[in-house]
């Protein structure tokens, strides 16, 4: 099959703690960026239309978007749910629709992480054989490549056969975006060894034994930071611990940085000297250098980038969902599943 022309990504322009002007401000950078990228601009066409120039998008660039009305905007104070009822014409919706209905190939938000997914269930659905979607993470490692940590909030009570599925629905991000081959995936557990854990944790792990993947059993806390596994699987409520943590630890450690530099004269000279150096460990912390959050197991992609994202943010999350499409994920995540399903007759669960 061949490639399309374009590939069509429904963008929630009304999404973002710092509005339209920065979500368009980035549309522009992916557009300047990729050649084969078709925007459908999402959201409040009188407001769009009026800061399209500002932020550049026009002439060619133009040419490759069309504005998708929205006449609502689902505020962080809203209810997840709203979208199914209240707020039915909101851009979250309206871009998960444009996904549904073969008019894109995927969808990025910055807005309400709740309503996205939802919007994303229940408007696109799940994938067969996909029991839950997960939302997955990409965090920096010591080794220089990322970690997928997922799940990070959509399921906060999980069984065994859910968090085996996240492995693998991350397993074929980390190939297919990431680039990364034969991911090394990992459980999340209290200890190394094979007898650590909890009995869900014990049961994911074997029925990831008897699927044709790198899987390298237990994965300690210290782990997802190190570089030793690629994937790192757990249940949402304790991925999202993790995945908070780690935001406010980066934060605070580059701010005592910068106090401490600032602190007095000799430092903020030594500062200067060290500039280059804090700019690239910057850049390893800084989740604008991923993107967004992808939901996987979703019939079609659906990327959901941080609320405080600025336009390089979001250029970097519609490349991810460009990539995801490139690589066919769902397609890919469709074989893993039809691939366990077929084992599951031989896996005896605890």
Request: with cysteine; proline share 3%; charged share 20%.
């Amino acid at each position: 099959m061949s490639s399309p022309a374009y590939y069509r990504i429904a963008l929630d322009v009304m999404g973002g703690d710092h509005g339209p002007r920065v979500t368009l401000a980035g549309a522009a950078m992916a557009l300047g960026a990729i050649k084969d990228l078709y925007l459908l601009l999402v959201g409040d066409q009188g407001v769009i239309e009026s800061m399209l120039a500002e932020a550049g998008i026009v002439g060619e660039l133009y040419g490759r978007t069309k504005v998708v009305h929205a006449a609502s905007v689902v505020s962080m104070n809203d209810k997840a749910t709203c979208i199914l009822r209240e707020k039915k014409d909101s851009s979250i919706r309206a871009a998960a629709e444009c996904v549904a209905s073969k008019e894109a190939h995927g969808m990025v938000s910055m807005g309400h992480t709740g309503a996205a997914m939802v919007a994303s269930m229940m408007v696109l659905g799940t994938l067969p054989d996909v029991n839950r979607p997960c939302l997955a993470t990409v965090l920096p490692s010591l080794s220089g490549k990322p970690t997928v940590l997922l799940d990070v909030g959509a399921n906060v009570d999980c069984k065994a056969e859910h968090i085996a599925q996240f492995a693998l629905m991350g397993a074929v991000y980390a190939e297919e975006v990431l680039g990364t081959k034969e991911p090394k995936i990992g459980i999340l557990s209290v200890g190394e060894e094979d007898g650590k854990g909890s009995e869900v944790t014990k049961s994911a792990s074997q029925i990831l034994r008897g699927q044709d993947i790198n899987f390298a059993g237990n994965a300690e806390g210290r782990d997802i930071w190190n570089g030793r596994f690629d994937v790192v699987a757990c249940d949402g409520f304790v991925g999202n611990v993790v995945l908070k943590t780690s935001e406010a630890l980066a934060e605070g450690i580059i701010k005592g940085l910068k106090d401490s530099i600032m602190g007095s004269l000799t430092s903020r000279v030594g500062g200067l000297l060290v500039k280059p150096a804090m700019r690239k460990f910057y850049k390893k912390l800084d989740y604008a250098e991923y993107g967004g959050a992808p939901l996987l197991g979703v019939q079609g992609i659906s990327i959901i980038g941080h609320g405080r994202s600025d336009a390089r943010a979001v250029s970097a999350a519609i490349r991810v969902a460009i990539r995801g499409a490139k690589g066919d994920i769902n397609g890919r995540i469709q074989q893993r599943m039809n691939q366990m399903a077929a084992n599951k007759a031989e896996v005896t669960l605890q």
